[in-house]
């Protein structure tokens, strides 16, 4: 098979099958888990079945190649919990028919070609070997030893499949029997090692895989961890769990162990992907450690401290006693502003410049600065869509660079200017951009709102408000719905002309949800009335400073507001 993959869908009974395999649970793998509850939904769809329905169980992962006295070792890496169960289930069903004469036969044949193998030497072995914590009591299991069986959540399973079949005649049993064997199916997926099993991993339906990226660097550290005498396994797994806990409220989960990896040592000189991240964690497991003076051990717990942090900056929410408390609200602000224009490539720098601030290596002040400037570097190559595959490129050199100069703040400054578009750049980009109906368009019109119409005058800001509405001042339906046929008429431009203008940035303000429904298709004299009802200052301005609302109006005020953005997005 060389490097390849292979995955084919199989019914149960091609799974367990084939002459001198068995499959083996690798000891780093978690135990056998599963409750009551997840049995419960086992057995309900199986029982569920009709005569010529399926039900998709979901995938089986080995790796292969390996070679144990006679037998094809089957390295099972996903789907463990799954093919215990389904293994925990025929064994009652093979002790049932063992006690029925009619069916003595075909409890021979289950615990020949399913319970057990054999080799091509007629050598027999259990069908299924799991971790060495459980694969004593399983066995014992399989062997009708029931006497000392320490793991309650193999014994249990065992016990809710032996009161279920207790209720059924030997008939019903052989119909569980069959369905299980014909109408259950998995994808059966096979690689010569985990990295073969990743690549195919990103092109298979999620509902048909589970293992991930994060499976993999979680398996490849157990592993290495379980193989080495020194390194504490029980620690590099507690350290795990917590990392996975820290993350779970993050979207897309690996981006934080991209993120680790190109801001913290071992140094990552290089953009990390998705398809990459396992393969330079593995390189960082096997060869950049030494390097380094750093065990597994001190490589995970930093992992760790990390995942917390970078919980934080996803959450906006950073708590630690290290800042005061305008401190705290001031970051937090940049961090919710990050999330609301989709800055999530900045994390990788975050990361490193939080953890020089900790450090007492970088000065608090230096920080919020350079949170600024990712703010401005942010918009500034949104508005004029330049290309975000260049930003983890970007903020990776960053974070492996710019704390070995003498001013980071400033070499980061620096770099930002150099990769972003200039102010006449910004101009122009801005005020012939479309903002679409979303939160980076929220944030801009909140922006102009805080900073420059608010300078002089008191007002809220929109996270103060819990409904606030982008208002479109001339409707965006204008020439193609009914309801606002007064504006069509009223508008000095025709429909192609309109196109092009009604999300310029002029022709949006802010603008409460109540106010917003009571303006909706009114013309522009009568929206008016409920503008001057807002308390968005830039809103009241519209008041004052527009008698009419016409197509020069739109390029007027994206003149001036392009202006402005110039101003409060600099560096």
């Known amino acids: 098979m060389g490097n390849k993959i292979h995955a084919e869908e199989m019914k149960i009974e091609e799974v367990l099958t084939g002459n001198s395999e068995y499959y083996k649970i690798p000891d780093y793998q978690r135990r056998f888990s599963w409750k009551r509850e997840q049995l419960e ?124 079949l207790s209720k059924m005649t030997e008939k019903e049993i052989e119909e569980v029997y069959d369905k299980l064997l014909e109408q259950i199916l998995v994808v059966l997926i096979q690689a010569q090692n985990e990295k073969s099993a990743f690549r195919l991993f990103e092109t298979l339906n999620d509902r048909g895989l589970e293992l991930s990226a994060i499976d993999l660097m979680k398996n490849y550290l157990l592993k290495v961890a379980n193989n080495n005498e020194d390194v504490d396994t029980d620690l590099i797994k507690e350290n795990w769990e917590n990392i996975i806990l820290n993350i779970q409220d993050v979207n897309r989960k690996v981006r934080f162990f991209r993120h680790y990896i190109m801001s913290s040592e071992p140094v990552t ?54 800042f005061t408390k305008n401190q705290r609200t001031i970051i937090n602000d940049h961090l919710n502003n990050f999330n609301a224009i989709g800055a999530l490539p900045a994390r990788t720098l975050l990361l490193k410049a939080f953890d020089q601030t900790l450090k007492k290596e970088l000065s608090v002040q230096d920080l919020t600065s350079i949170l600024e400037y990712i703010e401005t570097f942010s918009i500034r190559r949104i508005v004029g869509q330049l290309a975000t595959g260049e930003l983890d490129t970007i903020y990776n050199y960053l974070a492996v ?45 909140d922006t102009f709102e805080k900073k420059h119409f608010m300078k002089n005058a008191a007002g809220k800001s929109i996270k103060e408000r819990s409904e606030v509405h982008i208002e479109h001042i001339a409707p965006t339906s204008s020439f193609t719905a009914k309801k606002y046929k007064k504006w069509a008429d009223y508008l000095d431009v ?47 301005e519209i008041i004052k400073n527009y008698s009419e609302w016409k197509s020069n109006s739109i390029l007027q005020r994206s003149e001036e507001l392009s202006k402005i953005a110039v101003d ?3 560096l």
């Not at 971790?131 to 809710?160: C, P, R, T, V, W």
């Not at 400033?410 to 109906?437: A, C, G, H």
């Open 269 to 322: 000189n290089s953009k990390i992907t998705q398809r990459r991240v396992y393969d330079r964690f593995k390189e960082i497991i096997n060869e950049d450690l030494a390097d380094y003076n750093l065990t597994i051990e001190d490589y995970i717990k930093n992992m760790e401290e990390k995942s917390e942090l970078y919980r934080n900056i996803n959450n906006a929410n950073i708590g630690d006693d290290f």
């Open 494 to 540: 025709d429909k192609a002309e309109f196109e092009n203008l009604k999300t310029r940035i002029g022709n949006l303000t802010l603008l409460e949800y109540k106010l917003n429904i009571r303006a909706s298709n009114k013309p522009f004299k009568q929206k008016k009335e409920r503008y001057d009802e807002s308390s968005f200052k830039m809103t009241e």
């Open 41 to 164: 939904d086992f057995w309900f769809d199986l029982n569920s079945l009709e005569a010529d329905e399926e039900h998709f169980l979901g995938s089986i992962v080995v790796i292969t190649g390996a070679h144990n006295i006679g037998f094809n070792e089957l390295e099972l890496v996903d789907g463990q919990q799954r093919l215990t169960t389904i293994m925990l289930l025929l064994k009652n069903i093979q002790k049932k028919f063992k006690d029925n004469q009619e069916y003595n036969e075909m409890a021979k044949m289950i615990n020949a070609n399913y319970l057990f193998t054999k080799n091509k030497k007629a050598k027999r072995r259990i069908q299924l070997e799991l971790g060495k914590l459980d694969h004593s009591d399983y066995e014992n299991i399989m062997n009708d030893n029931m006497k000392s069986i320490d793991n309650q959540n193999l014994i249990n399973a065992y016990k809710f499949f032996e009161e279920k």
């Open 401 to 445: 660079n710019a704390f070995s100069e003498d001013n980071p703040e400033l070499f980061i400054k620096n770099y930002f200017k150099k990769n972003m578009p200039s102010d006449s750049e910004f101009e122009n980009n801005f005020k012939e951009r479309d903002f679409r109906n979303n939160d980076q368009t929220k944030y801009i019109l």
């Open 568 to 570: 409060i997005w600099s």
